[in-house]
């Protein structure tokens, strides 16, 4: 175990960021190797005289940052890639001439932060508890038990309104929208009780016409990539604004739309937050017409500035069908999603998955209900609130440090900001300017069906708290040379 000799100025304040500096310095020349273990937090605040929660605190930036590998039961230790031997030349990143991105896309998560050593004991105790039966084809809404948990979790968490039986578990919002979308269009059968040949031989001789459509509206601006998806599903696509407020009901209503599909709770990408007074007009709109809202929960965990706002789903559970996934708080790879409707959807949903591709992965089912079950994804998103909040922080001021002229919109959520430029300024160039020198960014224009002030949607999940600085210095250096 390596013995560190730190020092912390305590008239300074600060002290975690002292630690987590001292550290990061200690791996960048190669004085902390590969592999080297690390004081447990409880023993190195007991030498340095602070609080264990500083200690604790400054680990896990430096996990965060990629800098340390933190593992139940093994300790802390040095990640293989952050030591440098000596002689090495350790030259910040950013002055190199191959810029980092730090993230490909706007709302990608840390995934070094991964909680592998939680997910490993899930995984464990799936692979030790479980009976062998529960390894064969199970339910292709999901399995009972993560049903139960995720209900319950939404009922505390989101303040929906759901039980297991109103939830399908899908391979991610995507194809929870996919597949919403063709129930919405008369694409699915029917949601009817029984699954016996008999049900099956009927649903052979009276086959789902392929053809039907529905007029969705979507929020103008919007993430692009759902949109080849969502009219491969049968959805003639028209755009309503996005202002303040969140979306307009009354230019909503104006179209005609039978479903909205919205990202109430952060909207995506300009940051607002649905009013209460659009949520209720929205509601008030879908009753009154029998439309079906879709409410996209892609990142709701991550508010930072307050509780996160609960889900219009727990206000009309009869008019709204709510799609969340594991992707935004965990990792987009493990495709876990879920879908909570009204019954005669979710059925729908569930016997498509039947007759499609028999329901998701069943392991990582019951490894992400014990997750849930043993508080572990409930500690895993305390500690990447704090992350991303400071992540946030640090970017907002640099912002307002170095680039005073561009104004943050949006609430402090999520995994990305919204960046109004000037007006005249360039998006397509800023952006890739910004690229180079390590920032997420992408250009608002191509999200919008109709001109708007230029902006940039930048994301800071990936982006290490001590290099937002820098990044944002020398795009200001880029763009004013």
Not at 57 to 75: D, K, N, P, W
Not at 103 to 112: Q, Y
Not at 190 to 209: K, M, Q, T, W, Y
Not at 232 to 256: F, K, Q, R
């Amino acid at each position: 175990m390596a013995d560190l000799h730190l020092s912390v100025d305590r008239t300074a304040g600060g002290i975690t960021g002292q630690i987590a500096r001292e550290l990061r310095e200690a791996v960048r020349q190669g004085r902390l190797a590969a592999g080297e273990r690390l004081p447990a937090s409880r023993e190195l605040a007991g030498d340095l005289g602070l609080s264990r929660g500083v200690v604790v605190e400054a680990y896990e930036q430096l996990v965060a940052e990629g800098f340390l590998i933190s593992r139940v039961g093994a300790g802390t230790i040095v990640a293989p890639a952050a030591s440098r031997p000596s002689g090495v030349d350790t030259r910040d990143p950013l002055a190199d001439a191959d810029k980092p991105y730090y993230g490909r896309r706007s709302t990608s998560p840390d995934l070094g932060a991964f909680p592998r050593g939680r997910w490993l004991a899930s995984i464990r105790n799936a692979l030790a508890t479980l009976p062998a039966d529960a390894l064969d084809y199970g339910d292709p809404g999901g399995v009972p038990r993560l049903r139960e948990e995720l209900a319950a979790y939404l009922r505390r968490v989101r303040a929906a309104e759901v039980g297991p039986d109103d939830l399908v578990i899908v391979g991610g919002v995507a194809q929870g929208l996919n597949l919403t979308v063709r129930a919405l269009a008369g694409q699915l059968p029917e949601g009817r009780a029984g699954h016996d040949l008999n049900s099956f031989v009927d649903r052979i001789a009276h086959p789902v016409p392929p053809s039907g459509r529905i007029r969705l509206a979507v929020e103008d601006p919007t993430s692009l990539r759902q949109l080849p998806l969502l009219r491969g599903a049968g959805a003639d696509l028209v755009a309503v604004p996005v202002d303040g407020e969140g979306v307009d009901v009354e230019a909503l209503a104006a179209t005609g739309a039978g479903a909205v599909l919205l990202t109430p709770a952060h909207q995506y990408p300009t940051g607002v937050v649905l009013s209460p007074r659009r949520r209720a007009e929205l509601i008030e709109w879908a009753a009154g017409t029998g439309a079906t809202i879709l409410e996209d929960d892609y990142d709701a965990e991550f508010r930072f500035d307050r509780d996160p706002v609960g889900c219009l789903q727990g206000l009309a559970p009869d008019r709204v069908v709510l799609t969340g996934s594991v992707s935004k708080s965990l990792a987009p790879g493990l495709r876990l999603g879920w879908v909570v409707a009204p019954p005669g959807i979710a059925e729908s949903i569930r016997l498509a998955r039947s007759e499609l591709d028999l329901g998701s992965p069943v392991l990582e089912q019951y490894a992400l209900a014990h997750l849930i079950e043993s508080s572990g994804y409930d500690r895993h998103l305390r500690r990447m609130r704090r992350q991303y909040r400071a992540r946030r922080d640090a970017l907002v001021r640099a912002l307002a440090d170095h680039l005073p002229e561009i104004t943050v919109r949006g609430v402090s959520a999520g995994l990305h900001l919204c960046a109004e430029l000037p007006v005249g300024w360039d998006e397509v160039p800023t952006s890739e300017t910004a690229q180079a020198c390590g920032l997420a960014a992408e250009p608002m224009g191509p999200m919008r069906s109709s001109p708007g002030p230029p902006a940039l949607v930048i994301g800071f999940a990936r982006l290490p708290v001590h290099y937002a600085d820098q990044a944002v210095r020398a795009l200001a250096d880029a763009l004013r040379g």
